[in-house]
């Protein structure tokens, strides 16, 4: 009687140290799981050129389009590069998307100028750029 009491009582502690051994990994698990970053799901940002007005040919618009597996994003921030020649790359303007991912920008450069635009992710969402446009002054 004595001996299976010892055994029962040598299983219960083994059993209970294996218990709390899995639960304090199980807990490390989560924790380490809860610092991990999702993954952001990958955009696609058009661009088109328009002419504005026909009596005023150096006038354009730059329609761009923000997208996640075709589907709209509204209501991100996206912003509009110009590059002339023998500058770098400068923020110009930004605006945020209506509710069919549709932004517009009104540009008139004096000079021949090269377009871009930049959405710059988030957390749900990877940072994508349109083509390069070019738009004659």
Known sequence: AMRASLLARAGSLAAAAAIATTGAMATAG????????????????????????????????????????????????????????????AVVGHEVTDKRGAVAFVVDPRKNAHFVLVFRGGPNFSPSRSRVVTVKG
């Open 30 to 89: 989560a924790a380490g799981a809860a610092t991990t970053h999702p993954r952001r799901l990958p955009t696609h940002l058009a661009i088109a050129k328009v002419s504005a007005v026909a009596h005023h040919p150096r006038l354009k618009i730059l329609l761009g389009d923000l997208t996640s597996h075709r589907v709209p994003l509204r209501g991100k921030t996206v912003y509009l590069d110009r590059r002339i020649a023998h500058h770098k790359w």
